[in-house]
């Protein structure tokens, strides 16, 4: 796919100064940042896209190259313009860069570029699963539901903070950056290296006097209570992802998300094909020869049904629309059919009477299939192997 202009990219003219660029980057790393759209593909790649687009133009020679010769100008120049694309951990690194330390908010990533940009940690609670038994009715017509969960909650004693009495001291071994450096000598000289503080484990703060119920976590084992929207439509095994219902992030982190995996409880009649619902229809013999009229069972209770005069077993009749919504895309909520599949019940025991019944009837030419019949009947068993 050919790349867009990176001014373009950005929203900014061409005669954009090098503050506007920035700042035009800044609006839309925070819009499309993938902790703010987790798992929408296209945010992440329009956020991909800003930053090749702002790694190019905040140079000044490469933007000029850029301006000269368009994309191919400022390949193999190093860095990712044009050529091959950036990933993740550079563009997390370049973030470092232009929000520096202070761009919490809800952004926990932890550790930005080598020696640039460090940003504090923020703890992401633990994520929750939860197995949901649905049945057939509330398949098709979706349904609400409150779980009471236990899960980590922010502690009330010391409102997630993790101290008894409210105070948060800098960290003395690492003064409050949250990382360390270590010089080493190394064959290639002098070595610099960056790790998290082993003593405050990242955060540049440490507690003295730990909250007594928590322990310093910020959080506790407790309960809370979820209601979940279940749309129309859902089947076995999808995966309906909540985000920030999970448990509480230590020291007022983010939350953790909570999984809802669909158990689909199997219907007494009814069987499910794809969004289609199939119904085995039962019939005596001269129920399928004389023709009648019966009920069958669908979602929403039961439905009449015509039987023509000589119904054949194995004939297939449709009711449009009573089957199971689709649950998304572009055809989302069209529904799908009862299928209504019939065999005829043969008897396996008669009286006296029936027997001599039959026998008669046996000789009977109406009881043979006439050529026709035969071939239509065989074509339609020859179908099922095709
Ligand atoms: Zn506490
Ligand atoms: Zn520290």
Redesign the pocket.
Known sequence: MAKRDYYEVLGVAKTASDDEIKRAYKKMAIKYHPDRNPGDKEAEDKFKEAAEAYDVLRDPEKRQRYDQFGPEGVNGMGGFGGGQSMNMDDIFSMFGDIFGGGFGGGFGRGFGGQGQGYRKPKFKGKDQRLRVELDLNEIVNGTTKKFKLKNDVTCSHCHGSGSEDGKVDT?P??HGT?YVVRTQQSIFGMMQSQSA?P??HGE?TVIKNKCHECHGEGIKQGESIVEVNFPAGLSEGMVLTLEGKGGAGRHNGVNGDLQIIIKEKPHEELLRDGNDLVYNLLLSVPMATLGCTVEVPTVDGKAKINIEPGTQPGTVLRMKGKGVPEVQGYNRGQKGDEVINISVYIPETLSKDEKEAMKKMDRSENFIPAESVRSKIFSKFRSYFE
């Open positions: 960290c071994t690492c949250g503080c003593e405050c540049g």
